[in-house]
C-alpha cells in the first residue's frame, strides 16, 4: 500500500512541473525522496501511517531540512487507526502531515490547507487583525459578538489577539460576520524547534575517522544515520552529501542514488571509499579514496579535487 501511495505523491509532484529524486529503496531511510519546483524544494517520507515516523528519523529530517533549506513533509493516509482528513495538517515531531488528497489540492489547484489538529481537536489561525477591524468597523462591542457566539468577551479578545479557533467556533465567527478569517496554513514555511544534531558517535569507526579528517581540513561535518550518504560536509562555499565505505554493489547502489539527490538539490555528491575504487564517478557522485583524502590540506583542496575529476576521462558508472 505504501508504494502505491509513493507512486501517486510521485505523479501529483511530476504533474506540477516538480523534478524529483530517485525513491531511495535503501534501508535504513528517514526520507523517501527530495523535490524541487523553482526555490521550492520538498523533503518527503511517505508512510501509509504517519505514526510509523519515529523521532530519530524526523529529527534527521529536520536537521537535513535546515542544512538544505528545504521543507519537511509527511504524506500518509493513516494516523492512530484513523484516516487523515483532507484538508488538515497533523504535525508530528514538529513536521507536517498530509494525505494525499491534501498535497493534489496544494500543488494542483493552488488550494493551501486551513485546518490544523492539535490536541482536542481541530483548530484554525483566526486573522485577529481583520476581526477586530470589521467588528469596530461595524460597531460590533465585544460582548455583542461574544454574546452571538456563544462566548466570553475574553474570548473575543483572545481571538483579536491571534489566539486560535476550534473550526467550529470559526465556523460560527465567520457566518456572523460573513466574511472569510481563516488564515491559510503555509506547509513550506512552518517553524519548528531546532533538533540535536546527530554525533559521530552513531557513525562506524571507519566512518568517523574520514569525518575527523575531513573536519581536520576544515569541513563542518553533519552525520547523517537514515540517508544514502553518511554525512552533509559544508564549508564556505559547498555543501557535499557525502558517503563513506567499502567498494561494493551496495556502495554502488548508494552512490547512484546520491547522484540522483544532488542533481535535485544542486550540490555535489561525493563517496570516499576505504581500500581501492575501480572507477572516479558513479552518475554524478564523485569517487575519492580514502588515501587521497589523508593528502590534503584544505577544504579548497578537496573541493578543487572534485570539480577536477569531474573532467577527466574514465569510467563513469
Given at each position: 500500500?505504501?508504494?502505491?501511495?509513493?507512486?501517486?505523491?510521485?505523479?501529483?509532484?511530476?504533474?506540477?512541473?516538480?523534478?524529483?529524486?530517485e525513491p531511495?529503496?535503501?534501508?535504513?531511510?528517514?526520507?523517501?525522496?527530495?523535490?524541487r519546483r523553482?526555490?521550492?524544494?520538498?523533503?518527503?517520507?511517505?508512510?501509509?501511517?504517519?505514526?510509523?515516523?519515529?523521532?530519530?528519523?524526523?529529527?534527521?529530517?529536520?536537521?537535513?531540512?535546515?542544512?538544505?533549506?528545504?521543507?519537511?513533509?509527511?504524506?500518509?493516509?493513516?494516523?492512530?487507526?484513523?484516516?487523515?482528513?483532507?484538508?488538515?495538517?497533523?504535525?508530528?515531531?514538529?513536521?507536517?502531515?498530509?494525505?494525499?488528497?491534501?498535497?493534489?489540492?496544494?500543488?494542483?489547484?493552488?488550494?493551501?490547507?486551513?485546518?490544523?489538529?492539535?490536541?482536542?481537536?481541530?483548530?484554525?489561525?483566526?486573522?485577529?487583525?481583520?476581526?477586530?477591524?470589521?467588528?469596530?468597523?461595524?460597531?460590533?462591542?465585544?460582548?455583542?459578538?461574544?454574546?452571538?457566539?456563544?462566548?466570553?468577551?475574553?474570548?473575543?479578545?483572545?481571538?483579536?489577539?491571534?489566539?486560535?479557533?476550534?473550526?467550529?467556533?470559526?465556523?460560527?465567527?465567520?457566518?456572523?460576520?460573513?466574511?472569510?478569517?481563516?488564515?491559510?496554513?503555509?506547509?513550506?514555511?512552518?517553524?519548528?524547534?531546532?533538533?540535536?544534531?546527530?554525533?559521530?558517535?552513531?557513525?562506524?569507526?571507519?566512518?568517523?575517522?574520514?569525518?575527523?579528517?575531513?573536519?581536520?581540513?576544515?569541513?563542518?561535518?553533519?552525520?547523517?544515520?537514515?540517508?544514502?550518504?553518511?554525512?552533509?560536509?559544508?564549508?564556505?562555499?559547498?555543501?557535499?552529501?557525502?558517503?563513506?565505505?567499502?567498494?561494493?554493489?551496495?556502495?554502488?547502489?548508494?552512490?547512484?542514488?546520491?547522484?540522483?539527490?544532488?542533481?535535485?538539490?544542486?550540490?555535489?555528491?561525493?563517496?570516499?571509499?576505504?581500500?581501492?575504487?575501480?572507477?572516479?564517478?558513479?552518475?554524478?557522485t564523485t569517487?575519492?579514496?580514502?588515501?587521497?583524502?589523508?593528502?590534503?590540506?584544505?577544504?579548497?583542496?578537496?573541493?578543487?579535487?572534485?570539480?577536477?575529476?569531474?573532467?577527466?576521462?574514465?569510467?563513469?558508472?
Open positions: 500500500m505504501r508504494e502505491l501511495l509513493l507512486h501517486r505523491v510521485l505523479d501529483v509532484l511530476k504533474r506540477t512541473g516538480f523534478v524529483t529524486s531511495c529503496d535503501v534501508r535504513p531511510r528517514c526520507f523517501d525522496l527530495v523535490a523553482g526555490h521550492v524544494l520538498l523533503l518527503l517520507k511517505v508512510l501509509f501511517n504517519v505514526d510509523g515516523l519515529s523521532t530519530n528519523s524526523a529529527n534527521e529530517m529536520k536537521c537535513l531540512a535546515e542544512r538544505l533549506v528545504c521543507s519537511p513533509l509527511v504524506v500518509g493516509e493513516r494516523t492512530c487507526n484513523k484516516p487523515l482528513e483532507s484538508g488538515v495538517v497533523y504535525i508530528r515531531y514538529g513536521i507536517p502531515s498530509i494525505n494525499l488528497q491534501t498535497l493534489h489540492d496544494l500543488f494542483i489547484f493552488g488550494i493551501p490547507p486551513l485546518v490544523y489538529a492539535a490536541p482536542g481537536g481541530l483548530y484554525v489561525n483566526i486573522d485577529g487583525d481583520a476581526l477586530r477591524e470589521v467588528r469596530m468597523r461595524r460597531k460590533i462591542s465585544l460582548g455583542d459578538l461574544a454574546s452571538k457566539l456563544g462566548v466570553s468577551r475574553r474570548a473575543i479578545n483572545k481571538y483579536e489577539e491571534g489566539m486560535n479557533a476550534t473550526v467550529e467556533v470559526a465556523l460560527k465567527l465567520e457566518s456572523i460576520l460573513d466574511m472569510a478569517l481563516s488564515h491559510p496554513i503555509d506547509l513550506l514555511h512552518l517553524e519548528s524547534q531546532n533538533p540535536p544534531s546527530p554525533s559521530l558517535k552513531l557513525l562506524s569507526p571507519i566512518e568517523r575517522a574520514v569525518f575527523m579528517m575531513m573536519i581536520d581540513i576544515g569541513f563542518d561535518v553533519l552525520p547523517i544515520v537514515h540517508a544514502p550518504f553518511n554525512a552533509l560536509s559544508q564549508d564556505k562555499t559547498a555543501t557535499i552529501l557525502t558517503g563513506v565505505g567499502k567498494y561494493s554493489k551496495h556502495m554502488i547502489k548508494r552512490a547512484k542514488l546520491m547522484s540522483s539527490i544532488s542533481d535535485v538539490t544542486k550540490m555535489q555528491s561525493v563517496f570516499i571509499i576505504e581500500g581501492a575504487s575501480k572507477s572516479l564517478q558513479i552518475g554524478n569517487l575519492v579514496e580514502r588515501d587521497e583524502l589523508e593528502g590534503l590540506e584544505d577544504s579548497d583542496e578537496f573541493v578543487t579535487l572534485i570539480q577536477s575529476r569531474k573532467t577527466e576521462p574514465s569510467n563513469y558508472i
